[in-house]
């Protein structure tokens, strides 16, 4: 089930796992970097209003910890 989600449900199911207090969140950033892998993508693409937190401090934050399990992170205009 998880090296079938593409792109754009690894990165809605992190919204979702965000906002449920980051329930789930390390399972999720692996099926993501996966999802990116198949894809032959290097980074990961957030709208930064659906963030939680949606200040600079939060998305730098929430970059740092994805660098950690080695998904880049960057944010839409």
Known sequence: MV???TVADATNRIYESLHA???DLD???AALKAALA???LKEAVFDPARLVQNNRQGR???QA???QRGVTV???A
């Open 38 to 40: 198949r894809a032959g």
């Open 74 to 76: 960057k944010y839409s």
């Open 65 to 67: 910890y994805f660098r």
């Open 3 to 5: 090296s079938e989600l």
């Open 60 to 62: 730098k934050l929430m």
């Open 21 to 23: 207090d980051n329930a």
């Open 27 to 29: 399972t999720h950033i």
